[in-house]
C-alpha cells in the first residue's frame, strides 16, 4: 500500500499527472472548511457508524454486494475516508487509488491491511488530478449524500472524465431510517438538506445531508450513465451505473 500526499500543482509523479485547470482549484476550495472540518474531527470516532447492530445485515450484504462488482477491476475511489469500503474492494480488485480531502481519515485507512495493489492519495473529490492510470471503475461510498443538489452534475462531470468510457460506477449510501438518523434542522434555497451532528466531545455540525429517491438518482445519472441499477436495504442503498461513451 502507498500513502501520498498530493504533489505541487504541475509536477509530475508515476501513476498521475496533477495539472488541476484554475477552475478545478476553485471548485476545491468551494467545498469549505465545515464537512472537511467534520471529517477530520470525527475520524476517530468514525468507525462506530459500521457498528450499530440493526445495520449489520444490510452491511455484510453491501459488502458481498461491493466484493462482487469490485472483482479484477482497476479502481479510482473518491471520498474514501477511514478505508473502510477500500478494505473491502482491495482484495479482489486489480489495483485502486484511494482519495480524501482529510489526511485524519487516510491515517486511518493507512492502518487497515490493504496490500500493494492500494494507493492512497489526498485530494479533493472537486479537484481531482489528472491520472494516468486508466480506470475501469469508481468508487464514491456515502458521498453522494454530501454532494450539494447544485454541484452533483458538475462533480460526475469531472469525476466520470477519470473513468474509461463503460466504466462500472459503484456508490452506497445511507436511506433515512425515523429514529436513527439526525433530524432535518434546514433546507437551503436549492432544496439541500442538513442536520445537526454532534461529537463525542460534544462539538456541533451541521453538515449538507440529502437523502435521494430513485427518480432523483435516475434524473442526476441521466446525462453520464446508463444501465442504472439500485438496490435499497432497510438502511443502505447501492448503485451502479455504466459510464456513457464519450
Known sequence: ????????????????????????????????????????????????????????????????????HARGRTILEVAAGTGYWTEVAAPVCKAMTATDPVDETLAIAAKRQLGSNVELLTANAYGLPRFTTTFDAGMAHFWWSHVEKQRQQAFLSQFMK??????????????????????????DECHNRYELRTLQDG????IVKNYPTDEELLASFAEFGEDLRIMRLDHFWALSVRNRAR
Do not use: K
Open 1 to 68: 500500500m502507498w500513502f501520498r500526499d498530493r504533489p505541487a500543482t504541475g509536477s509530475h509523479r508515476s501513476g498521475f499527472e496533477l495539472e488541476v485547470s484554475e477552475a478545478g482549484a476553485l471548485e476545491a476550495d468551494a467545498l469549505g472548511a465545515t464537512l472537511e472540518d467534520y471529517y477530520r474531527a470525527r475520524a476517530p470516532e468514525y468507525d462506530r457508524f459500521y457498528q450499530r447492530p440493526e445495520r449489520q445485515n444490510d452491511l455484510a450484504r453491501l459488502r458481498a454486494w461491493l466484493t462482487d
Open 162 to 187: 477519470c473513468l474509461e468510457p463503460n466504466a462500472l460506477v459503484l456508490m452506497i449510501d445511507q436511506i433515512y431510517v425515523e429514529g436513527i438518523c439526525p433530524a432535518v434542522s434546514r433546507y
Open 203 to 206: 462539538t456541533t455540525y451541521e
